[in-house]
């Protein structure tokens, strides 16, 4: 069995080709952040390299050494970070020195198990010329080697390259199969499981590492903390945190962009309290707080907010200059108690 929680479709796809023998050469599996696609493609690897058939066992030795990141033949490639730095020193882009040792390495037998098989995680990081030195791979894919590409935004890939893989893309859950799947299979309170299955967006990965470590719940308090405190804040104090979330964006572009969505469910929840809807809000733990605000505001003024903070996203995908786009976010605030046009 593959247990995995939610995509059925994508598990069924892959299940059949591998029955069939019709397993693509190469895939990309594109979504939001934490929806399984990177469990989707290491259950694949074990699928495809399982020791008692074609079904990802999760007792087995091979199964095992992949959960493990710890078999030969199963390689994953991500941006890397200078000795002794940390995640958030991540290097802008995978180099092609890692292309050509994946190119390397794929021209070899598998060693231990039947595929060799290679994840890129966070594929939109390829730069051109490491994205062409692997799209020679793609076009002459060599003997029982799979490539999967895993992101959170191929809009960034070259056309090319999407164009070799199989796409697959995965959809966000419901907050009901989250949070049944916290309850029934993880044990995490009832209240909780709900509170992660609406903060989540549909990312079962961010809820189940939230139940099993609380700094995870408590980080993201304290950012939502400083950007409702934005709400209120001088201009001074907006531009100063808007250099400072700009500054991240060149290496941890994702991290930025969850920022300003983590904003816009507070806004949302802000819309849905003004609107009478309180029992639908994402942030049921901060409910005294949305009402406070919510009546500092016209639903006007709440509904031209949040459209400037999806045309603040938008702009940051089509790679305008960070800093400008969040300088003009946080001037189109809208101030407490008055109408005022955003500009």
Not at 73 to 102: F, H, M, S, W, Y
Not at 272 to 300: M, W
Request: negative net charge; charged residues 25%.
């Amino acid at each position: 069995m593959w247990k995995f929680v939610g995509q059925p479709r994508a598990v069924e796809l892959l299940t059949h080709s591998l029955d069939y023998d019709r397993l693509s050469h190469a895939y990309l599996f594109t979504g939001p952040p934490h929806v399984g696609k990177m469990t989707l493609a290491l259950k694949l690897a074990q699928a495809l390299n399982c020791e008692t058939g074609r079904q990802p066992c999760g007792e087995c030795r091979s199964c095992k050494h992949i959960a493990a990141g710890s078999h030969p033949d199963v390689r994953i490639i991500a941006r890397t970070a200078e000795p002794g730095a940390g995640e958030a020193d991540l290097k802008k882009e995978i180099k092609i020195a890692q292309i050509r040792e994946l190119q390397q390495t794929a021209s070899l037998e598998p060693y231990e198990g039947r595929y060799r098989v290679f994840i890129i995680n966070g594929a939109e990081h390829l730069n051109e010329e490491s994205a062409n030195c692997l799209l020679k791979t793609l076009e002459e894919p060599p003997q029982r080697v799979l490539i999967i590409l895993v992101t959170t935004n191929e809009r960034m890939l070259l056309p090319t390259v999407v164009s070799r893989c199989q796409r697959m893309e995965l959809f966000p859950l419901s907050s009901g199969e989250i949070e049944q799947e916290l309850v029934a299979n993880r044990g995490v309170p009832v209240e909780k499981a709900e509170l992660l299955s609406k903060l989540c967006r549909g990312g079962i990965g961010w809820a189940v590492t939230a139940a099993l470590d609380d700094k995870v719940l408590e980080e993201h308090r304290q950012r939502l903390t400083q950007l409702r405190d934005l709400n209120e804040a001088a201009f001074e104090h907006r531009f100063e945190y808007a250099a400072r979330l700009a500054a991240q964006f060149p290496k941890n572009r994702a991290v930025v962009e969850d920022t300003l969505r983590l904003w816009m469910d507070w806004w949302r929840d802000l819309l849905l309290v003004k609107a009478g809807c309180p029992e639908s809000v994402v942030n049921t733990d901060e409910a005294d707080e949305l009402r406070r605000q919510a009546d500092a505001y016209t639903l006007a003024q709440i509904r031209d907010f949040i459209g400037s903070i999806q045309a603040s996203l938008k702009q940051l995908e089509q790679n305008a200059n960070p800093r400008l786009a969040l300088e003009v976010l946080m001037l189109n605030v809208p101030p407490a108690g008055q109408e005022r046009v955003c500009i």
